[in-house]
């Protein structure tokens, strides 16, 4: 069965730094892989998905993340956080073998940005 | 706008009542998905629909029950059934491999 590991329930970093959010999941078969992001009491948004070709994948908002085959990992990450990144980051996987395209979530790591 | 609604925003349940949140989209996706989120362990899927008239349980379907009549619905009930109700409700249709999500409803039982 596949699952999803995100290390760290909450990073705090200053503004202007890097940020580095991470995600390991478990499958026998690299699935789609994907992030979003929560703001307080709304829905998720995506910032940014893997699902075949480059293994660099540029999101919106600046982010970034690369998937890594052989660490089955696939972190975000930003050069230089800005206030309004505060939320909650969710990593999430997809079976590219099962058409219904269900979710499996991490369970999240809330971004604090220090000014 | 296309999009996902939910509603309401906020409910609130007596133990042993039934309820009802609603879930409409207007993107024409074919399938559609709940899940239940609580703090501290993301997001688990309750039901999920790929077509009309047809639906899959999830990984916590107990106490819950969907239907799906139109392409553009799918509201869920949580029933007494349900232990431990109170959570956030997100409503999710896809294309191919990607989710859009709706809202959410924040369900609390008194």
């Known amino acids: 069965a596949q699952s999803v590991t995100q290390l760290g329930s909450h990073v705090s970093v200053s503004e202007g730094a890097l940020v580095l959010l991470r995600c390991n999941y478990s499958?026998?078969?690299?699935?789609?892989l994907f992030w979003y992001v929560q703001y307080p009491n709304q829905g998720l948004q995506l910032l940014l998905k893997?699902?075949?070709?480059?293994?660099l994948v540029k999101g919106i908002n600046g982010f970034e993340a690369e998937f890594k085959k052989s660490e089955t990992s696939f972190h975000l990450t930003k050069p230089s956080a800005h206030m309004s990144d505060a939320a909650e980051y969710f990593c999430?996987?997809?079976?590219?073998?099962?058409?219904?395209?269900?979710?499996?979530f991490g369970s999240g790591t809330r971004l604090l940005v220090r000014p | 706008d296309g999009g996902i609604t939910q509603s309401p925003k906020y409910l609130f349940r007596k133990e042993g009542q039934n309820v009802t949140l609603s879930c409409e989209q207007n993107?024409?996706?074919?399938?559609m998905y709940w899940y239940r989120q609580d703090p501290g362990q993301g997001l688990r899927l309750i039901y999920y629909?790929?077509?009309?008239?047809?639906?899959q349980k999830g990984d916590i379907a107990e106490g819950y029950s969907v239907s799906r009549e139109k392409k553009e619905s799918f509201p869920l009930t949580v029933t007494s059934a349900q232990k431990n109700p109170t959570a956030f409700y997100l409503c999710?249709?896809?294309?191919?491999?990607?989710?859009?999500f709706g809202p959410g409803t924040r369900l609390t039982v008194l």
């Open positions: 999710a249709s896809s294309y191919y491999n990607e989710q859009f």
């Open positions: 499958s026998s078969v690299p699935p789609y």
């Open positions: 893997y699902t075949t070709g480059a293994t």
């Open positions: 999430a996987v997809s079976d590219r073998e099962d058409s219904s395209y269900k979710l499996i």
């Open positions: 993107l024409n996706h074919d399938a």
């Open positions: 629909s790929q077509i009309v008239n047809d639906f």
